[in-house]
């Protein structure tokens, strides 16, 4: 067996450390390098940027073909879903062809936007002029103006906005922090 002395440990050991450091030093390097490479790729991207307009657009079709029934098959739902959830359901259908039509708005703005497009059609309803009357009596445009004013509508709208918000707001982070790839994820695509 060799004999060491302490002044050749110390050196060995030292020389031992510098290449751990180096090894160590090459693991960061390689992944700032990758984070530099995911950052320049996502330099453009915002949240509202990973939305999909056909994918918009079939949950649109989804909520439209159940906000329709739910309006037609009213006397067989409860007598509170069947009162609101049509009116809950068409606030939502807005905030999400909002969303289609204009996919890099902000979560903040689509909300504003489909508020406003639901105040005024639901003010609107105030004003019965008799051009808004043959409008209203045709079955597409009284689903689209409707016929009166309810404040409980306005009430739906503010629900169906904020349950559309929330919902955009959860699948936007959650595929941001895919494309991030963080271990907080609650969806697997």
């Not at 996502?42 to 940027?49: D, E, I, P, Q, V």
């Not at 309810?150 to 959860?170: E, F, K, R």
Request: proline share 2%; hydrophobic share 50%; net charge positive.
């Amino acid at each position: 067996m060799k004999s060491y002395n302490k002044k050749h440990l110390r050196g060995r050991f030292a020389f031992r450390t510098i290449l751990e450091w180096k090894k160590d030093f090459a693991k960061i390097e390689n992944q700032a390098l990758k984070a530099a490479k995911m950052q320049s790729f996502l330099a453009g991207f915002t949240l509202s940027r990973a939305r999909n307009r056909r994918v918009l657009s079939g949950i649109a079709s989804l909520v439209l073909f159940v906000g329709w029934n739910s309006r037609i098959y009213k006397h067989l739902l409860p007598s509170f879903i069947g009162d609101y959830a049509p009116d809950t359901l068409w606030a939502l259908l807005v905030f999400l062809v909002v969303l289609s039509l204009w996919p890099q708005l902000s979560m903040r703005r689509a909300t504003w936007i489909a508020l406003l497009i639901s105040y005024s059609i639901e003010c609107s309803q105030l004003v019965q002029t008799q051009w808004l009357q043959n409008i209203r009596n045709a079955k597409v445009g009284g689903l689209l103006l409707g016929h009166g004013f309810l404040w409980s509508d306005m009430l739906c709208y503010t629900v169906g906005i904020a349950m559309g918000a929330l919902i955009d707001a959860y699948f936007t982070t959650a595929i941001w922090n895919l494309a991030n790839k963080s271990k907080w994820v609650l969806i697997r695509f």
